[in-house]
């Protein structure tokens, strides 16, 4: 069992910053692939970056590309989202999920465990 907690959302200026963390329990977390998904109002939640158990392969949704960057600090058991030249359109709640295996799936099927999300706002 891996319980999830995100932390770091807010709000943000159009061309600004922000980074979200991911805090997991459980000794395992390092044996888990990370990922995040959004979901913006009246949307389905969609995919946004993946990151394998050794952090070694990624994988990120075109819209977010060159932009965001995923990472993971297995010693802290948390996993990053960090964000940059943020668009209105990046506004959602953002959700952290594990799943086990190797892969750094986009589908969010294959995601076992999600967090409560936290949300992101970006204004111009």
């Known amino acids: 069992q891996v319980q999830l907690a995100e932390s770091g959302g807010g709000l943000a200026q159009v061309g600004g910053s922000l980074r979200l963390s991911c805090a997991a329990s459980?000794?395992?977390?390092?044996?888990?692939?990370m990922s995040w998904f959004r979901q913006a109002p009246g949307k389905e939640r969609e995919f946004v970056a993946a990151i394998s158990w050794s952090g070694g392969r990624t994988n990120y949704a075109d819209s977010v590309k060159g932009r965001f960057t995923i990472s993971r600090d297995n010693a802290k058991n948390t996993v990053y989202l960090q964000m940059t030249s943020l668009k209105p359109e990046d506004t959602a709640v953002y959700y952290c999920?594990?799943?086990?295996?190797?892969?750094?799936?986009?589908?969010?099927?294959?995601?076992?465990?999600w967090g409560q999300g936290t949300q992101v706002t970006v204004s111009s």
């Open positions: 459980g000794r395992t977390f390092s044996s888990y692939v």
């Open positions: 999920a594990a799943k086990g295996g190797t892969y750094p799936s986009t589908g969010q099927g294959s995601y076992d465990y």
